[in-house]
């Protein structure tokens, strides 16, 4: 077809010229093709429809943190609109287990633009349906499991758009202390406030762990809670759906009345919102007005650190803690929950009484421990904790017998990766000998892998020093103290309120 006025189409065909002709012919009939890098209209569409939701969420942002206690009553249509499906769509784990229909992301992408359709139409008229969940376990320590629930594509793309919209409301919320699964926070920030606080008044930790948080969540409670914010019944009716879909396992299905299980995209958000109005507000109140001394939170999903100036503030928040959650469900675990003597006095303190050194507590993978740095001052160091580098290695010792006899590039590669990113997580101020020790060892246990391919194995160490040196990456810290950093990103503020 022959372009048309100030238009480019993707392959322009000339028209046919005359026999007798003065203008040379190849210059008439020669075709020309879009100019390179030019958007496409479908393209540009998308991206101005982008532009669009996004400018739609950043109003409904402004609008909750402008009005705390305004309640939404018309969200449904940001779920349903294609440009958000579609986004959420792209950010599900291409490589995910499929549901109980066995749908995965490629072959849902085969029509996606009709399927997505189809998929908006049924939330808008209520048609949509959720479906029961796949429940796996995979391994937790040594000897324990822990339940993964295993949803359906279509739900996890409805849960990332519902998601997607109630995050511009819930981050004006959540209080600063709170720092798991919220976009623009990680695990890495959480070690960082904690270390800062316990460089405070901190004399003691009530190290506590709620017992199977997510299997305790009371749904009941649960809508309650988002209906102080959420007006829009449909919204709550589609959760709802989730609640009570059910789970699957082996071929018996269970209904369930309460828990939101771990694996589906709302989950985390849901398990946050539950705390938020349990624990955070509840903590942030109580501090206020019955500690006497200084008080630090830090929490992370369903796991906090709580820091006490003086001792009877803390069995006082332990006695008032337990009563809290009791009212909403849930539990303290009573082995796993303790408090210590920990911080800045208490290496003396304990010298005094003719005490050993002070306990020590877990957070978020690393050991903490009271300690000292050359000069005498007062330091908390934080190593990788024994049991997960011991488990670590037990992994990769299986996976290097089943990689024995592949080529040694190939293996070179695959735990140069394993190294990098066992750096990336636990490379923090002071761990260097841990994640050196990592290394190390990795290089032992390939090793001993490749001399069992032969009983006539001629690999030195060496050999194996130059294999270590150009495939697996020199120790490095990554992560600095986070005294500077904290400063310069929160200008001074605090972490922990």
């Given at each position: 077809?022959?372009?048309?006025?100030?238009?480019?189409?993707?392959?322009?065909?000339?028209?046919?010229?005359?026999?007798?002709?003065?203008?040379?012919?190849?210059?008439?009939?020669?075709?020309?093709?879009?100019?390179?890098?030019?958007?496409?209209?479908?393209?540009?569409?998308?991206?101005?429809?982008?532009?669009?939701?996004?400018?739609?969420?950043?109003?409904?942002?402004?609008?909750?943190?402008?009005?705390?206690?305004?309640?939404?009553?018309?969200?449904?249509?940001?779920?349903?609109?294609?440009?958000?499906?579609?986004?959420?769509?792209?950010?599900?784990?291409?490589?995910?287990?499929?549901?109980?229909?066995?749908?995965?992301?490629?072959?849902?992408?085969?029509?996606?633009?009709?399927?997505?359709?189809?998929?908006?139409?049924?939330?808008?008229?209520?048609?949509?349906?959720?479906?029961?969940?796949?429940?796996?376990?995979?391994?937790?320590?040594?000897?324990?499991?822990?339940?993964?629930?295993?949803?359906?594509?279509?739900?996890?793309?409805?849960?990332?758009?519902?998601?997607?919209?109630?995050?511009?409301?819930?981050?004006?919320?959540?209080?600063?202390?709170?720092?798991?699964?919220?976009?623009?926070?990680?695990?890495?920030?959480?070690?960082?406030?904690?270390?800062?606080?316990?460089?405070?008044?901190?004399?003691?930790?009530?190290?506590?762990?709620?017992?199977?948080?997510?299997?305790?969540?009371?749904?009941?409670?649960?809508?309650?809670?988002?209906?102080?914010?959420?007006?829009?019944?449909?919204?709550?009716?589609?959760?709802?759906?989730?609640?009570?879909?059910?789970?699957?396992?082996g071929s018996r299905l269970e209904l369930n009345d309460?828990?939101?299980?771990?694996?589906?995209?709302?989950?985390p958000l849901l398990a946050n919102i539950y705390l938020?109005?349990?624990?955070?507000?509840?903590?942030?109140?109580?501090?206020?007005?019955?500690?006497?001394?200084?008080?630090?939170?830090?929490?992370?999903?369903?796991?906090?650190?709580?820091?006490?100036?003086?001792?009877?503030?803390?069995?006082?928040?332990?006695?008032?803690?337990?009563?809290?959650?009791?009212?909403?469900?849930?539990?303290?675990?009573s082995e796993k929950t303790r408090l210590i003597e920990?911080?800045?006095?208490?290496?003396?303190?304990?010298?005094?009484?003719?005490?050993?050194?002070?306990?020590?507590?877990?957070?978020?993978?690393?050991?903490?421990?009271?300690?000292?740095?050359?000069?005498?001052?007062?330091?908390?160091?934080?190593?990788?904790?024994?049991?997960?580098?011991?488990?670590?290695?037990?992994?990769?010792?299986?996976?290097?017998?089943?990689?024995?006899?592949?080529?040694?590039?190939?293996?070179?590669?695959?735990?140069?990766?394993?190294?990098?990113?066992?750096?990336?997580?636990?490379?923090?101020?002071?761990?260097?000998?841990?994640?050196?020790?990592?290394?190390?060892?990795?290089?032992?246990?390939?090793?001993?892998?490749?001399?069992?391919?032969?009983?006539?194995?001629?690999?030195?160490?060496?050999?194996?020093?130059?294999?270590?040196?150009?495939?697996?990456?020199?120790?490095?810290?990554?992560?600095?103290?986070?005294?500077?950093?904290?400063?310069?990103?929160?200008?001074?503020?605090?972490?922990?309120?």
């Amino acid at each position: 077809m022959k372009n048309g006025y100030r238009e480019s189409d993707s392959f322009i065909v000339p028209e046919k010229s005359s026999n007798k002709t003065e203008v040379s012919v190849s210059e008439v009939m020669e075709g020309r093709e879009l100019t390179k890098g030019k958007p496409t209209r479908r393209t540009i569409c998308r991206t101005q429809c982008r532009e669009n939701m996004r400018n739609e969420l950043e109003r409904i942002r402004k609008t909750a943190k402008k009005d705390k206690n305004l309640k939404f009553t018309a969200l449904l249509h940001h779920v349903y609109n294609i440009t958000t499906l579609r986004e959420a769509y792209y950010s599900v784990n291409r490589d995910a287990v499929p549901g109980i229909d066995y749908e995965t992301w490629r072959n849902y992408g085969d029509g996606l633009e009709e399927k997505l359709q189809d998929l908006s139409d049924r939330i808008k008229r209520g048609g949509y349906r959720a479906k029961p969940i796949r429940r796996v376990y995979i391994p937790k320590g040594e000897f324990q499991e822990r339940a993964i629930g295993v949803l359906v594509l279509e739900d996890k793309i409805v849960q990332r758009a519902v998601v997607e919209v109630l995050n511009m409301i819930y981050e004006v919320d959540f209080i600063g202390f709170s720092y798991g699964f919220r976009p623009g926070r990680s695990s890495h920030n959480a070690l960082d406030a904690l270390y800062v606080g316990l460089g405070s008044k901190v004399s003691y930790i009530l190290d506590a762990d709620i017992r199977e948080y997510f299997d305790s969540i009371s749904h009941e409670w649960l809508i309650k809670f988002l209906e102080h914010r959420i007006g829009d019944l449909r919204v709550i009716k589609l959760i709802r759906k989730w609640l009570k879909a059910g789970i699957i396992e082996g071929s018996r299905l269970e209904l369930n009345d309460k828990g939101t299980p771990q694996g589906g995209s709302a989950s985390p958000l849901l398990a946050n919102i539950y705390l938020h109005y349990v624990f955070d507000l509840w903590v942030h109140q109580w501090r206020k007005k019955r500690a006497r001394g200084e008080v630090i939170v830090v929490r992370y999903g369903d796991d906090f650190v709580t820091g006490f100036q003086y001792k009877s503030d803390a069995e006082l928040f332990l006695e008032d803690l337990r009563m809290r959650l009791k009212k909403f469900c849930l539990d303290l675990h009573s082995e796993k929950t303790r408090l210590i003597e920990f911080g800045r006095f208490a290496i003396e303190r304990r010298k005094e009484h003719g005490e050993c050194k002070p306990d020590t507590f877990n957070f978020l993978g690393f050991t903490h421990i009271c300690g000292r740095t050359r000069e005498g001052r007062y330091n908390v160091m934080r190593f990788t904790i024994k049991k997960r580098l011991h488990k670590k290695l037990k992994e990769i010792k299986v996976q290097l017998r089943r990689r024995m006899h592949n080529p040694v590039k190939e293996t070179g590669k695959w735990l140069g990766s394993v190294v990098r990113g066992h750096m990336n997580y636990y490379g923090i101020a002071g761990n260097y000998r841990a994640i050196n020790l990592f290394r190390f060892q990795i290089g032992k246990l390939w090793c001993k892998a490749l001399r069992r391919r032969s009983q006539r194995h001629k690999i030195t160490w060496d050999y194996m020093e130059k294999l270590i040196k150009r495939f697996i990456p020199a120790s490095k810290i990554l992560h600095s103290y986070p005294d500077i950093r904290n400063y310069v990103n929160t200008r001074g503020g605090s972490r922990m309120r």
